[in-house]
């Protein structure tokens, strides 16, 4: 494997080499920096590898949604290579009507603690009509390029070694198709390209004024629906907070124990890291597509079912004051 890996950047770099000097050119030069690392790169090297790309692909195609959340999310703060800024602003025009946006930005105001811009753009997140995390981006992008090149031949040992890492042993030989697939959802997981959920726990922590308490329960709600299941957990955890005393808080409730549930059986989804469960994740989102898996295999969760957890238990039973 590790032969087939150097085999592997030596075509991506030929590969990269024959592209015009495009957008996209910078963009694969971006996502495939990690994959092109078997030559020893430094990993400070890479990471400068990947924010200039990424910054020429933003000023080559700045209308483009997909390479500015990457931007936005994958340029380090105070970066000359990129920026992170002007990236997040291009996105707030972009993809004006999903919560997610407004949340990262809500959470890099709070961490300069500018509360009147976290309250503002709080306010816009409860107004979006949608969560979509974008978390699968990268992967994406990286699989279109990985199947739109030839790759090197592999060994046997090859192939079985990379179904090994993705959890599909015994399964058949991989295609090229199914190959790529699995080579970017592993290269590329993109859990780093999420917000952090610790600015909206502290700023939504009640007793809250009106307007707070009023888009901090919008926002939650968003993420409730939201399309990976982190988000919906902590998005109902919040409604769960917010409405004790309330006739809704029962509803909650009992949503958390459904969404528990889930991230609880979506630790052991079969084929993790297989190129159905990917692309059916990518096409889907994470949470429908383990909704769609589960009834399409009969799977429910058993009555009564809570988690293991006393404190988690006790939340869902009693209540955040129980």
């Not at 957008?23 to 690392?37: D, I, K, Q, R, V």
């Not at 192939?159 to 592993?186: E, Q």
């Not at 889930?262 to 383990?290: C, H, I, M, N, T």
């Amino acid at each position: 494997m590790k032969q087939w890996n150097a085999e592997l950047g030596e075509a991506l770099a030929k590969w990269l080499a024959a592209r015009p000097d495009d957008a996209e050119s910078a963009l694969a030069a971006g996502l495939m920096a990690p994959l092109l690392a078997a030559d020893g790169t430094a990993p400070e090297d890479i990471s400068d590898r990947v924010a200039a790309a990424l910054g020429e692909a933003g000023r080559l195609r700045p209308d483009d949604p997909g390479i500015a959340w990457l931007e936005a999310m994958r340029c380090p703060p105070g970066s000359t290579l990129c920026d992170r800024t002007s990236a997040l602003q291009r996105l707030m025009r972009l993809d004006a009507d999903n919560a997610e946006v407004w949340m990262v930005a809500a959470e890099r105001a709070y961490q300069d603690g500018d509360m009147a811009a976290f309250d503002e753009y709080l306010h816009l997140a409860a107004q979006a009509s949608h969560y979509d995390s974008r978390y699968d981006t990268g992967a994406k992008l990286l699989a279109d390029l990985l199947a739109s090149m030839p790759l090197p031949p592999r060994s046997p040992q090859a192939d079985r070694t990379l179904r090994n890492i993705a959890d599909l042993d015994g399964s058949p030989a991989l295609s090229d198709a199914d190959f790529s697939t699995v080579l970017a959802s592993l290269h590329d997981p993109g859990v780093g390209d999420l917000p952090s959920f610790s600015p909206l726990t502290r700023a939504c922590r009640p007793p809250l004024p009106v307007s707070r308490r009023r888009d901090c329960m919008g926002t939650s709600t968003r993420m409730a629906e939201a399309d990976i299941l982190l988000a919906r957990v902590m998005g109902v955890y919040q409604m769960v907070v917010l409405t004790v005393g309330t006739p809704a808080n029962r509803y909650w409730r009992e949503r958390l124990r459904q969404e528990k549930w889930l991230l609880s059986v979506g630790a052991r989804f079969p084929g993790q890291k297989g190129p159905d469960r990917a692309r059916a994740v990518w096409q889907l989102g994470e949470a429908p597509a383990l909704q769609a898996w589960l009834k399409a295999n009969d799977h429910a969760m058993p009555p009564g079912w809570l988690p293991d957890d006393p404190r988690q238990r006790d939340l869902i039973t009693l209540g955040p004051s129980g």
